[in-house]
């Protein structure tokens, strides 16, 4: 088996409000080599206070909720003269020191609270959803980004990474290693041996032991090219991994092959959730399926991963794997990507979900965008997050998102839209619930031709079996879309 991608942290993690310390630095990006730079994630403590983190347990508790011990824990006022960066051994001229935000945020949605971490490769992976009663005060630290021109080397060659600050006062918390491979920043993974093993596991014939649910669904950009949102569900117990005296230890990342009609890989996209943080010292023991480990111990062992890439018109198929180094589950999805003409009436696919929740009020767009590779879907100030599984419970609320994107001479004219929606029966075609129209006026963003729409559907009236909900939008002058769908079922 091909050398496993590998984690170590250690820090106090028996007093639970701690932590999320650990969780948050873990969760940088890892160290990248971009054209003829290598950017150094990394994290300065406050030596004093962080050896009382390890020793003092009055920090515990909500004493850690003081916004001004929050803010002595990480020192965010540096510059690039206060570090040194060596490679090999050898110090290196440091190009520049940026503060960044943390990859790790809390969201709040209407299923509970959960951790989310941007991947490595720009998509957004988020853990299971813990009480809304669940304490979620955690730390978020904001890291340093060094970067420096690296002396000559072998592609493929490996070098040891020392960060040190001036001051004998501050603690560096970064990466210790990195490897010679130029990366895309939208396939961390390719080239590596993670990456490697999860392609050999993708073309190989071995069954999937990992139960991965894949769904893809495509928005428009442009006329000659569509967003392709991708999501991943998948049982966290399953996967591998191992809490052995205060430290976890797992490798959990996804790729997506995607292959034209003629079997021509048209794209590539890779992401890393957890956990290659090195500090130095190596996991002993080959991690394992754990048990009996606390919400905290295994808060960052995610269950569900979502990333979006853009495709041309075409016929497509997906193919898509999750690993945790050990085992892996693989799954293929066919999609077609339709053209469109922007001065018709036109309409995107159907997602569904079960989640939503307020999008940040600080974006000018009325959603956060987390990094280049993903974008929330969001209509008036709801972000909706599309589901892979797509069983629901009778008792639950079915949210659908979808665009309506209007021709331009409808935004200078009164002509007005809307959206008709209805559920079908599945066996029989039979219409079970036809919805009221949909008035799309209040939904139109200004200076936007796409109008973001997400309703919720009452799904109580109706009984066990298949469905499909259809989707179709029309004008004021006759004119329609045709209808999109999507397939439900209800348990």
């Avoid at 591998?240 to 990342?253: F, N, Q, R």
Wanted: proline residues 6%; hydrophobic residues 40%.
């Amino acid at each position: 088996m091909t050398k496993r991608i590998k984690l170590t942290w250690a820090l106090l993690v028996n007093c639970a409000s701690l932590f999320a310390l650990a969780s948050i630095v873990s969760a940088q990006d890892p160290i990248r080599v971009e054209s003829n730079q290598v950017l150094v994630p990394a994290v300065v403590f406050d030596k004093r206070l962080y050896t009382q983190l390890q020793s003092d347990t009055s920090f515990s508790g909500p004493s850690v909720q003081d916004p001004h011990l929050r803010d002595a824990i990480a020192v965010r006022s540096l510059v690039a003269k206060d570090f040194h960066l060596f490679e090999d051994g050898m110090e290196q001229r440091i190009q520049s020191v940026t503060l960044e935000r943390p990859a790790f945020s809390i969201a709040r949605d209407n299923l509970g609270n959960h951790f989310e971490i941007t991947g490595s490769g720009g998509g957004r992976w988020a853990d299971p959803d813990q009480p809304k009663t669940a304490v979620n005060d955690w730390l978020l630290l904001p890291r340093y980004v060094i970067s420096y021109v690296p002396p000559p080397s072998l592609e493929g060659s490996c070098h040891q990474i020392k960060v040190k600050t001036s001051s004998h006062n501050l603690f560096v918390w970064s990466r210790s290693e990195y490897c010679n491979i130029p990366h895309s920043a939208s396939d961390p993974l390719k080239g590596t041996e993670f990456g490697k093993q999860m392609e050999d596991a993708l073309a190989s014939a071995e069954t999937s032991k990992i139960d991965l649910t894949v769904q893809a669904v495509p928005f428009y950009t442009s006329a000659g090219a569509a967003r392709v949102y991708v999501k991943f569900e998948f049982p966290w117990k399953s996967l591998e991994y191992e809490v052995k005296d205060g430290t976890l230890h797992a490798s959990i990342g996804a790729l997506l092959m995607v292959y034209d009609k003629d079997g021509t890989l048209a794209a590539r996209f890779s992401d890393f959730a957890c956990c290659d943080n090195d500090t130095g010292s190596k996991p002993t023991a080959k991690p394992q399926a754990s048990r009996g480990h606390s919400v905290q111990d295994t808060s960052q062992i995610p269950n569900r991963y979502e990333t979006q890439f853009d495709l041309l018109p075409g016929e497509y198929q997906i193919r898509a794997i999750l690993s945790d180094g050990v085992k892996f589950g693989r799954q293929q999805v066919p999609l077609t990507v339709q053209s469109f003409e922007w001065n018709q009436l036109a309409l995107s696919e159907v997602a569904l979900s079960r989640r939503i929740r307020k999008a940040p009020a600080e974006s000018p767009a009325g959603s956060a965008r987390m990094s280049e590779g993903y974008l929330p879907l969001v209509s008036k100030g709801i972000e909706i997050t599309p589901a892979a599984d797509t069983c629901f419970k009778k008792e639950e609320l079915l949210y659908t998102y979808f665009e309506v994107y209007k021709p331009e001479l409808a935004a200078k004219s009164a002509i007005a839209i809307e959206a008709h929606l209805r559920v079908v029966d599945a066996n029989t075609g039979s219409v079970r619930m036809n919805l009221q129209a949909v008035n799309v006026a209040p939904y139109v963003k200004a200076g936007s031709s796409v109008i973001p729409i997400a309703r919720g559907i009452s799904l109580k009236n109706l009984s066990k079996g298949a469905y499909r909900l259809e989707v179709r939008a029309s004008d004021s002058t006759g004119k329609s879309t045709p209808w999109r769908t999507a397939n439900f079922t209800i348990e």
